[in-house]
Nanobody
Framework: VQLQESGPGLVKPSQTLSLTCTVS??????????WSWIRQPPGKGLEWIGY???????YYSPSLKNRTSISRDTSKNQFTLQLSAVTPEDTAVYYC???????????????????WGQGTQVTVSS
């Protein structure tokens, strides 16, 4: 499986950040796959943002859920992150990542994921 992030590198404060992850090598509807967004602000550790499961059900970090939406386009084999009302604190390298977990699972930590995109820098600035 290969993942590739795409989207604008610069977003103005109060606007909505939108990133797309294009998946190859597996269908995003394949059983037991979890497709996640993770970010790393400068000088800080990795932060899990949320995932969309193979079933299409999303789940978000409690600290970001009021501003986050993750959706998918099965015809394009892509999933998308939207983060609203951004501030400079949302400046980070954003990664999409995936993991296969059979059975009940709730992969809500960056360490749960074993396949990653290369990451894309997003800067929030006027």
């Amino acid at each position: 499986v290969q993942l590739q992030e795409s989207g604008p590198g610069l977003v103005k404060p109060s606007q909505t950040l939108s990133l797309t992850c294009t998946v190859s090598g597996a269908s995003i509807t394949t059983n037991f796959y979890y497709w996640s967004w993770i970010r790393q602000p400068p000088g800080k550790g990795l932060e899990w943002i949320g995932y969309i499961a193979f079933s299409g059900t999303p789940y978000y970090s409690p600290s970001l859920k009021n501003r986050t939406s993750i959706s998918r386009d099965t015809s394009k084999n892509q999933f998308t992150l939207q983060l609203s009302a951004v501030t400079p604190e949302d400046t980070a390298v954003y990664y999409c990542a995936s993991k296969v977990i059979v059975g009940y699972a709730h992969p809500n930590s960056p360490s749960d994921y074993d396949t990653w995109g290369q990451g894309t820098q997003v800067t929030v600035s006027s």
